[in-house]
């Protein structure tokens, strides 16, 4: 494995299933999209990423990058769709019945409703391998059993 720098705009690439290629891209705050695109041929032009929908953004750990895992190949400007970062949600593991809404723009959390949560990824750092399979799961059209644990209760 490669030693790398995390370096906003990169684009890395990730194998899943040990047959497709797919890609991500480092934004701003630690956090990561990943794009709806796969093949089974590795990407030479990342230009096609500038108009592929987003699967979802989340935080990854640093070692992912910084050790390797994910080959850094290329880099392209954010788009701006991509900024500002969408909002997370925080919920109380002893009391569910409290969420907070996480702005990983400013580091701001405020007091929400589970209604003003729907439809939020929760502010959470996600492994390698979790990230991978819930890729893997997406286009296997199976539910992935990280994003379960991770939906609101």
């Given at each position: 494995?490669?030693?790398?720098?995390?370096?906003?705009?990169?684009?890395?690439?990730?194998?899943?299933?040990?047959?497709?290629?797919?890609?991500?891209?480092?934004?701003e705050?630690?956090?990561y999209?990943?794009?709806?695109?796969?093949?089974?041929?590795?990407?030479?032009?990342?230009?096609?990423?500038?108009?592929?929908p987003?699967?979802f953004?989340?935080?990854?750990?640093?070692?992912?990058?910084?050790e390797?895992?994910?080959?850094?190949?290329?880099?392209?400007?954010?788009?701006?769709d991509?900024?500002?970062?969408?909002?997370?949600?925080?919920?109380?593991?002893?009391?569910?019945?409290?969420?907070?809404?996480?702005?990983?723009?400013?580091?701001?959390?405020?007091?929400?409703?589970?209604?003003?949560?729907?439809?939020?990824?929760?502010?959470?750092?996600?492994?390698?391998?979790?990230?991978?399979?819930?890729?893997?799961?997406?286009?296997?059209?199976?539910?992935?059993?990280?994003?379960?644990?991770?939906?609101?209760?």
């Open positions: 494995m490669k030693k790398q720098r995390i370096s906003k705009g990169a684009i890395l690439e990730i194998c899943i299933d040990k047959q497709y290629y797919v890609y991500a891209q480092i934004l705050k630690a956090s999209a990943f794009f709806d695109y796969r093949s089974k041929k590795q990407l030479k032009d990342f230009s096609i990423l500038l108009n592929s987003i699967l953004i989340v935080s990854v750990y640093d070692d992912v990058i910084t390797g895992h994910w080959i850094k190949v290329g880099k392209l400007s954010i788009r701006n991509l900024l500002p970062l969408p909002m997370k949600f925080i919920q109380d593991v002893l009391d569910i019945n409290i969420v907070e809404l996480y702005d990983p723009n400013t580091g701001e959390i405020f007091l929400a409703t589970k209604n003003d949560c729907l439809g939020l990824e929760r502010s959470a750092v996600w492994e390698a391998e979790h990230v991978e399979s819930r890729i893997s799961d997406f286009y296997n059209g199976k539910k992935n059993i990280w994003v379960e644990q991770l939906k609101m209760k």
